[in-house]
């Protein structure tokens, strides 16, 4: 059985600061995707990233960074110099290889106070 | 392009009764799903699609049913509407299972 945890369920940080949302994962497969998706307030789930378990490089995008170690099962997100923009409920999901179904976490609610 | 469209935004049913939620992409995407999301929860599996005439069952599919006719559409079908069944519902589509998935805005259904 596959297993998402996300152990933070609501963060709060003053804008400009650096915040970090960890995931961690379960997995007895060698072969799997991780992904990342922001729910903002008004409901929609957006992608950020998609991460293949034999690509263990740090991504970065703009002020988003994403930390993928296999050793630990995590794939952890930080943004840096929040915005109140950035505000939403973000969620960890994992793809099994050969199997079409993501399994998500529960969700971290972000709130950037201003 | 529209992406992942749902219709319709809100619904109240009265329980027993059913209604048909509708899900078009327009990205030509093989690979379509229903998810449920409940307060304070990640999303759950209900019903997916690989193609059209090819369905199967996710997580939690008591309770609803499904059809896909065509590449574009992917309806969920309530039958005999509960309580339990009062949720946020998410369609969304992806060009093969591997890849990301797209969303649709999601239909607020509340069951009394």
């Known amino acids: 059985a596959q297993k998402v945890t996300q152990a933070q369920t609501e963060i709060s940080v003053v804008e400009k600061e650096d915040v970090t949302l960890d995931c961690v994962y379960e997995t007895r497969d060698t072969t799997y995707y991780l992904f990342w998706y922001k729910q903002p307030p008004s409901g929609e789930l957006v992608f950020l990233i998609r991460?293949?378990?034999?690509?263990?490089q740090n991504e970065i995008s703009g002020r988003y960074s994403w930390n993928f170690q296999k050793s630990t099962s995590s794939f952890n997100f930080t943004i840096t110099a929040s915005q109140v923009v950035d505000s939403a409920v973000y969620f960890c999901a994992l793809l099994r290889f050969g199997n079409e179904k993501l399994t998500f976490g529960t969700g971290t609610r972000l709130t950037i106070i201003p | 392009n529209a992406g992942v469209t749902q219709t319709p935004k809100f619904r109240i049913l009265k329980i027993g009764q059913s209604m048909t939620l509708q899900c078009a992409q327009d990205?030509?995407?093989?690979?379509m799903y229903w998810y449920r999301q409940d307060p304070g929860m990640g999303l759950k599996l209900i019903y997916y699609?690989?193609?059209?005439?090819?369905?199967d069952k996710g997580e939690v599919p008591n309770g609803y049913n499904v059809s896909r006719s065509t590449t574009e559409d992917f309806p969920l079908r309530l039958e005999l509407a509960a309580p339990s069944q009062t949720s946020v519902y998410f369609c969304?589509?992806?060009?093969?299972?591997?890849?990301?998935?797209?969303f649709g805005p999601g239909t607020r259904l509340t069951v009394t």
């Open positions: 969304a589509s992806s060009y093969d299972g591997l890849y990301e998935q797209y």
């Open positions: 990205m030509n995407h093989n690979y």
């Open positions: 699609s690989v193609g059209a005439g090819i369905t």
């Open positions: 991460r293949n378990s034999f690509d263990e």
